[in-house]
């Protein structure tokens, strides 16, 4: 049996980031070309490139119809970015393990009876 590794990354770009330098800054755009060849307004995407707001898979899809990047790729990137960002807060989160109580049907069968 194979066993699978996985690796974790700490500290993930925002998709904005690869955005603006793999893709726009790459292709020699300025955002506000970037921005009509996408369909969006200007400031939209700035907020996206500048890592202020979400990667939406509305924007992904249009950046793979535009430049040619999966989707699935860009929403893989936000994903992992956002569990970064999670498990960076996560002692701030209190929440207790659920424990199944022990149903009177159980409590018999674990009796033998």
């Given amino acids: 049996m194979r066993r699978r590794l996985s690796f974790r990354m700490l500290n993930p770009p925002h998709p ?15 955002v506000t070309d970037a921005a009509e060849i996408l369909g969006v307004s200007r400031p ?5 490139l500048n890592a202020n707001g979400d990667l939406s ?3 992904a899809l249009r950046v ?4 040619g990047v999966k989707m699935d ?7 992992s ?3 970064a ?12 393990r659920y424990k199944a109580a022990r149903t009177e049907s159980s409590k018999l069968r674990a009796a033998g009876v």
Avoid: C, P, S, W
């Fill in 73 to 79: 790729t860009l929403m893989r990137m936000q994903n």
């Fill in 64 to 67: 793979e119809k535009a430049f």
């Fill in 81 to 83: 970015y956002d569990i």
């Fill in 44 to 48: 939209t995407l700035l907020t996206l």
């Fill in 16 to 30: 904005g980031d690869f955005i603006r330098t793999e893709i726009i800054e790459a292709h020699g755009l300025t």
């Fill in 85 to 96: 960002r999670t498990r960076r807060r996560e002692g701030k989160i209190r929440v207790r």
């Fill in 57 to 59: 898979g509305d924007m």
